[in-house]
């Protein structure tokens, strides 16, 4: 391990699935990706390019075919299922994406559009947090009902909490992503100013391993091109 993955290479050493989620879905796994020295700021053209090009994978993937139908999607909405969510209301956050595809993606910032790009162009949910604002380590488990979750309505910040139950991502200042992809907090999200940050990939039987694999590099190679000198560490948690 070279001394300067050291850090955010023990922040994912020390990520878990909880057992409660393992007997839910024992085929999930999710492949995790640290990187730091990264180079945040708006949409760029390096931004636009990557998400442009996966808009049109997608559209092409998609043709005449809901997104909804595609057999990664439909395990997920399957996994939803299971935990009590409406996934026709609130919808894995790779079909959500999808779904908005042919009017166009939201450009958001350089990091989350490249996030973005690869979770359409993979078909698999993906998200990003930020590292500075992570509190101990990342655990996948099932809520119960105490966990604190801050997010925005009317542009305050509110804190919600999860009915006993919901699979959720969680740190331990509270929850960092509800429903377990479809909603990130206040708190860790990507922003203009984030340099370390935590990406989670998250696969049902669906999809292969190598598939699987094969995101994670598509991820990693658009972080560094865009952020050169950047350093990653990666690690797949199964379930």
């Known amino acids: 391990m070279a001394a300067d993955t050291a850090d955010i290479?023990?922040?994912l050493d020390a990520a878990v699935i909880d057992p409660a989620v393992r007997e839910l879905r024992p085929d999930y796994r999710a492949l995790l990706i640290a990187a730091e020295g990264l180079r945040p700021g708006p949409s760029d053209a390096v931004s636009e390019g990557v998400l442009a090009a996966a808009e049109e994978?997608?559209?092409r993937r998609f043709a005449g075919?809901?997104?909804e139908d595609h057999?990664?999607?439909?395990?997920?909405?399957e996994a939803f299922r299971a935990f009590g969510a409406k996934p026709q209301r609130t919808?894995?956050?790779a079909e959500a994406l999808l779904r908005r595809v042919h009017t166009g993606l939201p450009r958001v910032d350089r990091l989350t559009d490249l996030y973005n790009a690869v979770s359409v162009a993979h078909v698999l949910p993906l998200g990003g947090e930020d590292l500075d604002h992570y509190a101990g380590a990342a655990r996948l488990?099932?809520?119960?009902?105490?966990?604190?979750?801050?997010?925005?309505?009317?542009?305050?910040?509110?804190v919600e909490h999860c009915p006993p139950g919901e699979v959720?991502?969680?740190?331990?200042?509270?929850?960092?992503c509800r429903r377990w992809n479809w909603r990130q907090c206040v708190r860790t999200r990507l922003t203009g100013s984030t340099t370390r940050a935590l990406f989670i990939l998250d696969a049902l039987g669906p999809m292969s391993d190598a598939e699987l694999d094969?995101?994670?590099?598509?991820?990693?190679?658009?972080?560094?091109a865009s952020s050169p000198g950047a350093t990653v560490a990666s690690r797949l948690l199964a379930a």
């Not at 057999?71 to 909405?77: E, I, M, S, V, Y």
């Not at 488990?141 to 542009?155: M, Y």
């Not at 094969?214 to 560094?224: D, H, K, R, W």
């Open 91 to 93: 919808r894995p956050s």
């Open 141 to 158: 488990v099932r809520a119960t009902g105490d966990e604190p979750f801050e997010t925005t309505a009317g542009g305050e910040t509110v």
């Open 57 to 59: 994978t997608a559209r």
């Open 168 to 176: 959720v991502w969680r740190d331990d200042a509270g929850v960092t």
């Open 9 to 11: 290479k023990s922040r």
């Open 71 to 77: 057999p990664h999607l439909a395990a997920w909405r």
């Open 214 to 224: 094969a995101a994670g590099n598509a991820l990693v190679e658009a972080l560094t």
């Open 65 to 67: 075919t809901a997104p």
